[in-house]
């Protein structure tokens, strides 16, 4: 059955410029405004307006039972779908049609009030969100219970830590029995531990049937609890779909900028008049339909260089540096006897071997095997994304290095009851 | 099951029935409004008796022992200026709470949909309870003043009802001029001071009335039949108040409310964007 029905949306904000006779921001500005337009007939000629439409004729349909996650870069219309999703903006163009009682949860602790207790503000953001009293009087134990804060039930929030405050916004909100539950990235807070805790419950909500919206950074939650996924662009929805097929694509046109750089001249390029570079290159080795680099993709480096001397003995000394600026390792060619002209060299990273996160990579050239000729800094960031399968711990992986290494594990005895 | 159409330009199709489903969130919203008020307060409440009472004892001093202005209405001045003043705090915090209700909720315009006309509604909560806890001061005061209570009293839910009135449609369409020009923000507390001196607070109507510009007043004030009227709830006998002196308040009180009615529905799609 479908629940939710969007034909054709759009939402236009307006961006005035300050140049000339811009918008009016106070009210004596309006009002001389208005003055002067009793007095000039082409007053639209005066006004700079721009158009700026952060959704543009979206249209989907979502069944009753999935998950969608949405995604896409930053201004991409996830948030102002969100939002014209759960009435809290109106659309400019379009109709959605919705079938069932809505939650959105925007921010953890919706209208909080410093001044009140825990308790009370279980109650007054409860009713904020849509619950009726006697629900919240309910599950008030286990709303308590699942944040961790009997002590300080009736200490005002405002002394609460950010961490308590936090758990008993998301507890309260994770006891919303909705049909259809509207999620903004509210899982970017907190730490590792609630961070789990959080998308457990998420993934208790999805099994119960209900309809979940969820945009979200964070790919690997998306790929763990969603069955559909919307890739949205400039306000557009390019794509909707199974998520692991969405998330591919997704990835695709987001790493095709960035894998190579390359100099058509040496004038310039960088280096000295010994060493230019000419290009530096990542070469991911695609496995099946996958299209972009995550941790099971195999990769080539290819550095392409200018030598401008007759019989050098040359090698290349490579490390690829995490982004914070750690070495995870240095790898060198042989030195060998070079003439003038471009020399390649080239290495092949294993899949299941770098852990999720950007990387850089630098490189020497070196003389003689002791002498640095030119040191490349920094000539290709690259970013490796994650990939996991048979786990529901969706936080970040940690480590440098990922590799699969066999680590079998057997029960050896068994212990009888006594 | 309940289904929501969300559409360009008319999405509140079923705006009052929606307004009744959340009731439970207006009680919520006055009550923290209420609990908050006096928070951290040592006296708590007794604020509501006090805060009166010294208005009143201040302006008896002003008005009567230093300017020594002479109210024509026969009736002791600090009776008059008693009934008045509770009355008029309870009209100009309402007015001044409603007008403040949607920006100071911004938090929740932003991130939550409810009907956004809950928001002045529950703001009239402390107004009127701090308006309760003054009238039952102000009934023990007349009756140690020897003004004995008649059935006119009957009549004060009456005179409070086109108050409340009054004091939100005004609320209403400055807080929805408020979300988008905060001037406004700055002027409410300014009619709020003229008028304590503009309206028959501090006098009876029978002071203004051998003026040649009485007739005029009436109309031009719409609040003086109202806080008039409440006098002659309470003191019996009071002639300065006529139902036919009340009319101008009633049409007043009926253009505002339908004026911010149109004016707010209007606007609130829009707060959104401003706030």
Redesign the interface.
């Known amino acids: 059955m479908t629940v939710i029905e969007a034909e054709n949306i759009s939402k236009k904000?307006i961006i005035d410029h300050k140049k000339g006779n811009a918008k009016a921001d106070?009210?004596?500005e309006?009002f001389t405004q208005g003055i002067r337009n009793l007095f000039t007939k082409n007053s639209e000629e005066e006004v700079e307006h721009e158009d700026f439409w952060a959704l543009k004729g979206v249209s989907f349909k979502i069944d009753q039972g999935d998950r969608v996650g949405i995604i896409g870069s930053n201004g991409a219309g996830k948030s102002t779908m969100l939002?014209?999703?759960?009435?809290?903006?109106?659309?400019?163009?379009?109709?959605?049609?919705?079938?069932?009682?809505?939650a959105?949860l925007?921010?953890v602790g919706?209208?909080f009030?410093p001044?009140?207790s825990g308790r009370?503000n279980i109650?007054?953001n409860g009713?904020?969100?849509g619950m009726?009293?006697n629900d919240i009087k309910q599950k008030f134990d286990a709303i308590v219970d699942f944040a961790g804060v009997e002590k300080f039930l009736d200490t005002?929030v405002k002394r609460y830590s950010s961490g308590m405050y936090v758990r008993l916004g998301f507890a309260i909100s994770a006891h919303l029995e909705p049909?259809i539950l509207i999620v903004d990235e509210v899982l970017a807070v907190g730490d590792a531990e609630f961070q789990r805790k959080c998308l457990g419950k998420m993934k208790d909500a999805s099994t119960s049937g209900r309809t979940i919206l969820f945009v979200s950074h964070n790919l690997t939650a998306v790929q763990g609890l969603c069955n559909k996924a919307m890739f949205m662009q400039k306000g557009r929805l390019i794509e909707m779909g199974e998520t692991n097929q969405v998330l591919a694509n997704y990835l695709s046109q987001v790493q095709k900028t960035a894998l190579e750089s390359w100099y058509l001249t040496p004038e310039e390029a960088p280096g000295n008049d010994k060493v230019r570079l000419k290009s530096i290159k990542l070469e991911p080795q695609f496995v099946g339909n996958l299209r972009h680099l995550d941790v099971r993709t195999p990769f080539k480096v290819k550095i392409e260089f200018w030598n401008m001397m007759d019989r050098a003995n040359l090698n290349i000394s490579l490390h690829l540096n995490s982004l914070t600026g750690e070495c995870i390792f240095n790898i060198g060619t042989l030195s060998q006897s070079f003439e003038k002209g471009i020399i390649q060299a080239e290495c092949e990273i294993p899949a299941d071997f770098l852990n999720d996160g950007s990387y850089s990579i630098s490189f020497m050239i070196v003389q003689d095997t002791s002498t640095v000729l030119y040191n490349f800094e920094e000539s290709l960031i690259f970013e490796i994304e994650d990939y996991r399968e048979g786990t529901s711990w969706y936080g970040k992986w940690p480590g440098y290095i990922r590799p699969k290494i066999d680590f079998p594990i057997t029960q050896l005895e068994l212990e009888s009851v006594s | 099951?309940?289904?929501?159409?969300?559409?360009?330009?008319h999405?509140e199709k079923h705006y009052w029935r929606d307004l009744w489903r959340f009731k439970?969130?207006l009680i919520?919203?006055a009550r923290?409004d209420l609990?908050?008020r006096y928070?951290?307060t040592v006296i708590g409440i007794a604020w509501a008796v006090i805060r009166p009472i010294l208005t009143v004892s201040v302006f008896v001093f002003a008005f009567h022992k230093v300017s020594k202005i002479k109210d024509e209405s026969g009736i002791p001045f600090e009776i008059i200026i008693f009934t008045g003043v509770i009355y008029w705090n309870f009209f100009a915090s309402a007015f001044q709470q409603v007008s403040n209700s949607v920006t100071g909720?911004a938090?929740?315009?932003?991130?939550?949909?409810?009907p956004r006309l809950l928001m002045p509604l529950s703001s009239v909560a402390v107004p009127f309870v701090d308006f309760l806890v003054g009238f039952f001061v102000l009934i023990p005061f007349l009756l140690y003043r020897g003004v004995p209570i008649d059935w006119h009293i009957l009549f004060v839910p009456v005179f409070l009802f086109f108050g409340f009135l009054a004091a939100l449609s005004l609320g209403v369409i400055f807080a929805s001029?408020n979300v988008q020009?905060r001037?406004?923000q700055q002027i409410v507390p300014l009619i709020v001071q003229y008028g304590f001196f503009v309206c028959p607070v501090a006098f009876s109507i029978a002071t203004v009335q051998n003026l040649s510009w009485y007739k005029y007043y009436a109309w031009l004030n719409p609040l003086a039949g109202i806080i008039e009227g409440f006098r002659w709830c309470l003191i019996p006998g009071y002639r300065f108040f006529s139902f036919q002196s009340f009319i101008p308040s009633i049409v007043f009180v009926i253009i505002t409310t339908v004026l911010a009615i149109y004016f707010f529905r209007k606007k609130e799609?829009t707060f959104?964007?401003y706030i």
């Not at chain 1, 939002?83 to 809505?102: A, D, H, M, N, Q």
């Not at chain 2, 099951?1 to 330009?9: C, K, R, V, Y």
């Open positions: 904000y106070t009210f004596s309006t939002k014209v999703l759960s009435r809290i903006t109106e659309p400019t163009e379009g109709r959605i049609s919705i079938k069932g009682r809505v959105s925007l921010e919706t209208g009030h001044e009140l009370e109650f007054l009713a904020i969100l009726k009293r005002p049909e | 099951m309940q289904e929501t159409i969300i559409e360009a330009g999405s439970d969130l919520i919203l923290r609990t908050v928070k951290q909720n938090n929740l315009v932003s991130k939550v949909y409810f001029l020009f001037d406004f799609k959104v964007d």
